[in-house]
């Protein structure tokens, strides 16, 4: 695909963006959180690739490239408007702890009662961004931790520390808000 858009070939480049437009969309609005922003931002990442798709070396997938180039131009926007990607609270440490990749939530069977699954999404939109959207690539649109790693750029044991991190946050957002102890 990639040798058919730097060829020039008709079509081929509207192919690329019909076969990568949804992972697009779903990281940056993810990111940016706001519909009018992810549109626009959606527009730049394909322009950024039209533009840098002679520097794709072939060294990751074409969609972890894209992946990534839509990774930092959401949070270029993010930077630019000084919105943190992620909470104060949080720090790059990467304490054993913190870098299972599972903790034992078990996402899909807690959310089986559609109220819940109300909720959660909720509480998943109250996230920092960046975990926001490492929880919407992990558990829902089960990307592996190699593939989010390298679509967001950050080490694997950083995506695992935010996604333990935001399971952890969701639980006892959850916990408070069904009455449940801890």
């Given at each position: 695909m990639?040798s058919?858009v ?10 690329l963006?019909k ?8 990281m940056v609005h ?6 009018e922003?992810a549109?626009?931002l959606?527009?730049?990442?394909f ?5 840098r798709l002679?520097?794709?070396?072939y060294?990751?997938s074409l969609a972890?490239?894209i992946?990534?180039?839509a990774?930092?131009?959401?949070a270029r ?7 943190a ?19 034992g939530?078990?996402?899909e ?7 819940l699954m109300?909720h959660l999404?909720g509480?998943i ?5 960046l975990q ?11 990307l ?8 967001t ?5 950083t995506v695992?520390?935010y ?5 952890q946050?969701?639980r006892q957002q ?7 102890l801890a």
């Open positions: 990639v058919a730097l060829a020039g070939e008709p079509g081929a480049f509207e192919r963006i076969r990568h437009q949804a992972l697009v969309w779903h993810r990111m940016v959180a706001n519909h922003d549109r626009e959606c527009q730049d990442v322009l950024r690739v039209h533009d002679r520097q794709f070396r060294e990751s972890s490239w992946g990534r180039v990774f930092n131009i959401a926007h993010l930077q630019k408007k000084k919105i990607i992620v909470s104060a609270d949080e720090d790059d440490g990467e304490s054993s702890e913190y870098l299972r990749a599972s903790d939530f078990d996402l069977t807690s959310c089986a009662d559609q109220e109300q999404a509480e939109e109250r996230l920092p961004p926001r959207t490492l929880i919407t690539l992990y558990h829902l649109d089960e592996g931790i190699g593939d989010i790693a390298a679509s750029g950050l080490p694997e044991g695992k520390n996604l333990f991190r935001a399971r946050r969701l959850m916990e408070q808000r069904l009455g449940v």
